[in-house]
């Protein structure tokens, strides 16, 4: 009798968690998304802060912003040899 009865509450523990689960579970996950979108976008905050921010324009305002261009050469690299096969 005492087996019997471990067996059923073992099985009505499993099936009410299942079924608990099944009604929780859309809940819990859209917490979870929630908590992670509040993370990234603090984050991306964090790095927004960092840069420029833009003003405000005028509807059919056109700005063009150029890039400085920070190509530099390295003339320290060594010396080019043209080379030659030998046959």
Known sequence: MGLLRTIIIIALVYYGIKILSRIFAP????????????????QFGQFQKGQKQDPIKKEGEITIEKIPK??????DVGEYVDYEEVE
Not at 28 to 41: H, N, S
Not at 70 to 75: E, L, V
Request: cysteine-free; proline content about 0%; glycine content about 4%.
């Open 27 to 42: 809940f819990l996950l859209k917490y979870a998304a929630k908590k992670a979108e509040q993370k990234f976008g603090d």
């Open 70 to 75: 920070t190509k530099t050469s390295n003339n």
